[in-house]
């Protein structure tokens, strides 16, 4: 497609249970990322994926998330066990390497 | 870190003035982003400096870097109320490329 898509829009879940988010990037951006923001707080950096290396994961906040980045191209990030800190929009980001990041319009997550 | 820091954190004015927000980081870089997020959701690239550029201008947006003082400005001109939003700026390095986003500037323009 022409721009990211990330799905759901909206999730709600239970505490305790396990969620996938969804991210398509812009077909041949090598360059994947997710971001995290809570209400009223700017974007916290989550993971990155660049091509065929290995991921940076530095900004994952617990062992409970997790990220995979099937054939280059989509991108599901996995938050286990939920808990209400987690509820946040989750921001998906794709780019070329010397260009401007084109975001998703992100899923809002509601853990009740 | 590579963070910017946006300044200042917030900033209000009235239709047709112009905006000015300013950014600040402690890293070398290879360039320099800007970014527009209206209501929470995704952000909005605007505009991208390189490291060897001094100023760059996009429509009523212009944007000057000082690799010297590690600092770059956007400013905004003839704003309007459909620019209302949070501005976020992100420096940033080819090697090893993630973009760090500050908190933003909250710009709020009145009709």
């Known amino acids: 497609g022409a721009g990211v898509s990330q799905s759901p829009s909206n999730k709600v879940t239970e505490k305790g249970k396990d969620v996938e988010l969804r991210c398509d990037p812009i077909?041949?951006?090598?360059?994947l990322y997710w971001y995290r923001q809570s209400l009223g707080q700017g974007l916290e950096f989550l993971i990155y994926f660049q091509g065929n290396s290995a991921p940076d994961k530095s900004g994952l906040p617990s062992d409970r998330f997790s990220a995979e980045r099937t054939g280059g191209s989509v991108s599901t990030l996995t938050i286990q066990r939920t808990q209400q800190e987690d509820s946040a929009v989750y921001l998906c980001a794709s780019s070329l390497e010397v260009s401007g990041y084109t975001f998703g319009s992100g899923t809002r997550l509601t853990v009740v | 870190s590579q963070q910017g820091e946006e300044d200042p954190q917030a900033l209000s004015i009235q239709e047709g003035e112009n905006a000015t927000m300013n950014c600040s980081y402690k890293?070398?870089?290879?360039?320099l982003q800007w970014y527009r997020q209206n209501s929470g959701r995704g952000l909005v690239h605007l505009i991208l400096?390189?490291?060897?550029?001094r100023e760059k201008h996009s429509g009523r947006l212009r944007v000057t870097l000082d690799t010297s003082k590690k600092s770059s400005s956007l400013l905004i001109t003839a704003s309007r109320a459909a620019d209302t939003a949070s501005y976020f700026c992100a420096p940033h390095r080819n090697q090893g490329g993630k973009l760090i986003f500050g908190q933003g500037t909250e710009l709020s323009v009145k009709p």
């Open positions: 890293t070398s870089i290879n360039n």
């Open positions: 400096i390189r490291s060897n550029e």
């Open positions: 077909s041949g951006h090598t360059a």
